[in-house]
């Protein structure tokens, strides 16, 4: 490999990796936020059949 294709790519992950990251983080969290609301319409539902 030429230090140019090293250069590139370090440039590349600079610039590409912070945002996969941060995706990544906010669709875990998101992901535990929907789980949370699927039971809370769950026990809604089970409530409003009482």
Same mark, same amino acid.
């Given at each position: 490999m030429?230090?140019?294709s090293i250069e590139t790519w370090?440039? &590349?992950l600079?610039?590409?990796g912070f945002p996969i990251v941060l995706t990544i983080y906010l669709l875990?969290?998101?992901e535990?936020?929907?789980e949370?609301?699927?039971e &809370?319409?769950?026990s809604l539902k089970d409530a409003v059949r009482k």
């Open positions: 030429d230090p140019m370090i440039v &590349a600079g610039n590409f875990v969290r998101f535990k936020k929907i949370f609301l699927t &809370a319409i769950n």
